[in-house]
Nanobody, 118 residues
Framework: QVQLVESGGGLVQPGGSLTLSCAASRSIFSINVMGWYRQAPGKQRELVATITSGGTTNYADSVKGRFTISRDNAKNTVYLQMNSLKPEDTAVYIC????????????WGQGTQVTVSS
C-alpha cells in the first residue's frame, strides 16, 4: 500500500510558477513509476509527467519545456515544477504511483487544485 499526499496548489497569474509536492507513505525507491495527472472540469484525466525509478522522465506535449518532474528518494517525495503557467493548465493535479509486484498496482492521491487566472 502507498498513500500519496499532494500539496502546493493554489491560485497563480498567467506566466507564474508553482511547485507541487507529492509525499509518499513509504520509500519511493522501489516504486517503478511516479507521476502527475490532471483533470479539468468536464474533461478526462490526462497524463502530465512521469518519472521512473531510474530517473527517466516523460511529459505531455502541452507541458514540455515548461514543467519539470523530479524525485527525492531520501524524502519519499516527487515534485512538479511548473513555469510559464497558462489558464489552460487550470485543473486538479493528482499524484500517481505505479508498483509492479507480480501485478501492476496504481495508487492515487486526492489531488491539489491549481488555478491560473488574472
Amino acid at each position: 500500500q502507498v498513500q500519496l499526499v499532494e500539496s502546493g496548489g493554489g491560485l497563480v497569474q498567467p506566466g507564474g510558477s508553482l511547485t507541487l509536492s507529492c509525499a509518499a507513505s513509504r520509500s519511493i525507491f522501489s516504486i517503478n513509476v511516479m507521476g502527475w495527472y490532471r483533470q479539468a472540469p468536464g474533461k478526462q484525466r490526462e497524463l502530465v509527467a512521469t518519472i521512473t525509478s531510474g530517473g527517466t522522465t516523460n511529459y505531455a506535449d502541452s507541458v514540455k519545456g515548461r514543467f519539470t518532474i523530479s524525485r527525492d528518494n531520501a524524502k519519499n517525495t516527487v515534485y512538479l515544477q511548473m513555469n510559464s503557467l497558462k489558464p489552460e493548465d487550470t485543473a486538479v493535479y493528482i499524484c500517481n504511483a505505479k508498483v509492479l509486484a507480480g501485478t501492476l498496482r496504481n495508487y492515487w492521491g486526492q489531488g491539489t487544485q491549481v488555478t491560473v487566472s488574472s
